[in-house]
């Protein structure tokens, strides 16, 4: 773990201090014996209060809060820790308690009796929106949890320690790509957390690309980090904001068995990062069978160049995405 995502814990600590109210949930907590169970039970009380609970209340909250300050949010069975600088999914984890789970139980209702339940290998994975809660809820044993970005990764390791799941969710600071031990450069958003990128186009774009601070990510390809999984109890998770095809040329082995992943597939992220050629050949080589867009329906789309060419004409290279199931 790198010096910023190391001191993350410790800023996340000292701003929580500066609330009232949680500095004497914490005096209750650490003074209380068996205080891991008992701090989560007594911070779940105030949730039952329906007007400190309601949807309006907590995005006053958020709205007012002053930037780069950190807020805990338990709207949900998860608790996280986001940061109100993130108008983005940390405003609607703190807001609703959580971001894109559903799509998580579409997938495997999608996959019925084949649906896997052992590994959830979580690429992207942000603040742990969406492997803290499939293993917290029990739809896998244990998870894979990937992340970059120090400031997000030093987040991430305190949600998986705030809702105890140490010993189930294994996590990595680094990104993922075609080659083993490269440097990356790495494209922070101001606003919004969720759209870091690996930089690869000095073009100008639409989200304000050319203004974004750069930093380095060290990277690996998943074949590395990940290694041998069991293909019929595991389920791929990547959203890495255009460059999922170069992750995917380096996860040949999980390929090459047909270990079902779920893509974030945005056509104007693969322009940018020059990545749509490199995903269209390894999931074609691997030789998927269909997909499905998660986005439109629960019905299979027979995998072929021109079906993939086709779903990227429609969605455009302006901005929109989906979420592919491939299987």
Not at 20 to 35: I, N, S, T, Y
Not at 69 to 93: C, H, M, P, Y
Not at 95 to 107: C, R
Not at 282 to 289: H, R, V
């Amino acid at each position: 773990m790198n010096r910023v995502a190391r001191n993350v814990p410790s800023l996340i600590k000292r701003q929580l201090k500066k609330i009232p109210l949680l500095v004497c949930v914490k005096r209750f907590l650490f003074r209380a014996p068996h205080h891991n169970h008992i701090g989560l039970y007594f911070i779940k009380l105030f949730t039952w209060i329906p007007f400190l609970n309601s949807r309006v209340v907590r995005m006053l909250i958020f709205d007012s809060a002053p930037n780069n300050t950190f807020l805990i949010s338990s709207a949900s069975k998860e608790f996280f820790v986001v940061s109100s600088q993130d108008k983005s999914i940390g405003r609607n984890v703190f807001i609703g308690g959580e971001y894109d789970f559903d799509k998580v139980g579409k997938a495997l209702d999608i996959l019925g009796a084949n649906r896997p339940s052992l590994l959830l290998v979580d690429v992207g994975a942000n603040v742990g929106t969406i492997c803290i809660p499939a293993v917290k809820r029990g739809f896998f044993e244990k998870a894979i949890a990937i992340e970059p970005e120090p400031f997000n990764f030093g987040i991430l390791v305190s949600n998986v320690h705030l809702n105890n799941l140490a010993d189930k969710i294994t996590t990595y600071n680094l990104a993922l790509g075609s080659h083993d031990s490269k440097e990356l450069s790495f494209e922070l958003s101001d606003t919004n957390y969720g759209d870091h990128r690996i930089k690869v186009s000095d073009d100008v774009g639409v989200f304000d690309e050319d203004r974004r601070k750069i930093v380095k990510v060290s990277s690996d390809t998943f074949d590395k980090v990940v290694g041998e999984i069991d293909p019929t109890g595991a389920l791929i998770w990547m959203d890495t904001q255009g460059y999922e095809g170069y992750i995917l040329a380096g996860a040949t082995k999980a390929l090459m068995r047909h270990t079902p992943l779920v893509i974030e597939f945005w056509p104007y992220g693969m322009v940018r990062s020059g990545s749509y050629l490199l995903l269209k050949e390894s999931i074609l080589n691997a030789g998927y069978k269909s997909f499905y867009n998660l986005d439109a329906g629960a019905f299979p789309i027979p995998m072929s160049p021109e079906s993939l060419d086709n779903l990227y004409k429609q969605i455009g290279d302006k901005g929109s995405f989906t979420d592919l199931l491939i299987c």
